[in-house]
Nanobody, 117 residues
Framework: QVRLVESGGGLVQAGGSLKLSCAASGSIFSIISPKAMGWYRQALGKQRELVATITRDGSANYADSVKGRFTISRDNAKNTVYLQMNSLKPEDTAVYYC????????WGQGTQVTVSS
């Protein structure tokens, strides 16, 4: 059974930092690390959007809105992806979802990030 478990969300003031973690587990991940892992977010009343992704070899891609503030990284041995979020803004408030891609897409349950002004 595949599971993606996120942690690290919470409430922070504008300008603050949070670090999200997502650990992927399941038999498929014991064979090979996901070819890509990433973070998406969905604010209330809006569509889910890409935040950042990272491939197995470490190539990262960011949404323009988070470039220079967020950093994605991963530990292939642990099948874990991280998102360091700095200089947070109220508009970063959303539920953040972890994603892992093999032959299929897998999603976590989401973790709430709330940035107060």
């Amino acid at each position: 059974q595949v599971r993606l478990v996120e942690s690290g969300g919470g409430l922070v003031q504008a300008g603050g930092s949070l670090k999200l973690s997502c650990a992927a587990s399941g038999s498929i991940f014991s064979i090979i690390s996901p070819k890509a892992m990433g973070w998406y977010r969905q604010a209330l009343g809006k569509q889910r959007e890409l935040v950042a992704t990272i491939t197995r070899d470490g190539s990262a891609n960011y949404a323009d809105s988070v470039k220079g503030r967020f950093t994605i990284s991963r530990d292939n041995a642990k099948n874990t992806v991280y998102l360091q979020m700095n200089s947070l803004k109220p508009e970063d408030t959303a539920v953040y979802y972890c994603n892992a891609v093999t032959e299929h897409d897998y999603w976590g349950q989401g973790t709430q990030v709330t940035v107060s002004s």
